[in-house]
Nanobody, 128 residues
Framework: QVQLVESGGGLVQAGGSLRLSCAASGRTFNNYAMGWFRQAPGKEREFVAAISRSGGNTDYAESVKGRFTISRDNAKNTMYLQMNSLKPEDTAVYYC?????????????????????WGQGTQVTVSS
C-alpha cells in the first residue's frame, strides 16, 4: 500500500504559476503509474494528467495541454504538476493518484476508476 500527500496549492492570479507535489510513502514508488485529477465545486472529478511508472510516457487533458507539465522523480518518491498560465477555470481541489502496474509497464491511465490510491487533495484557486 502507498500513502500519497499533495502540497503546493494556493491562491494565484490568472496567468500565474504553481507547482504541485505528491509525496509517496509506504511502497516502492516506481511500482505505480501516477495521475493528477481535479474536482471543482459542483462538478465531477476530472482527469488532468498522467505519467507512466518510469516517467517515459505522459498525457494530458485537452484543457491543460501546453500549460501543465507532469513529471516524477522516482529517487525522491515524488510526482509534480507544474501549472503555468493558470486560468480561473483551473480552480479546483487537485488530487494525486497511484495505480499498481507491472514492472515493464509504460501505460498511462485516464480513468479515475483505474487508480487504487488517492491523496487528500490540495486546493488551487485562480483569481481573475
Amino acid at each position: 500500500q502507498v500513502q500519497l500527500v499533495e502540497s503546493g496549492g494556493g491562491l494565484v492570479q490568472a496567468g500565474g504559476s504553481l507547482r504541485l507535489s505528491c509525496a509517496a510513502s509506504g511502497r516502492t514508488f516506481n511500482n505505480y503509474a501516477m495521475g493528477w485529477f481535479r474536482q471543482a465545486p459542483g462538478k465531477e472529478r476530472e482527469f488532468v494528467a498522467a505519467i507512466s511508472r518510469s516517467g517515459g510516457n505522459t498525457d494530458y487533458a485537452e484543457s491543460v495541454k501546453g500549460r501543465f507539465t507532469i513529471s516524477r522523480d522516482n529517487a525522491k518518491n515524488t510526482m509534480y504538476l507544474q501549472m503555468n498560465s493558470l486560468k480561473p477555470e483551473d480552480t479546483a481541489v487537485y488530487y494525486c493518484a497511484a495505480k499498481t502496474v507491472l514492472i515493464n509497464s509504460g501505460s498511462v491511465y485516464f480513468s479515475a476508476s483505474a487508480y487504487g490510491y488517492w491523496g487528500q487533495g490540495t486546493q488551487v484557486t485562480v483569481s481573475s
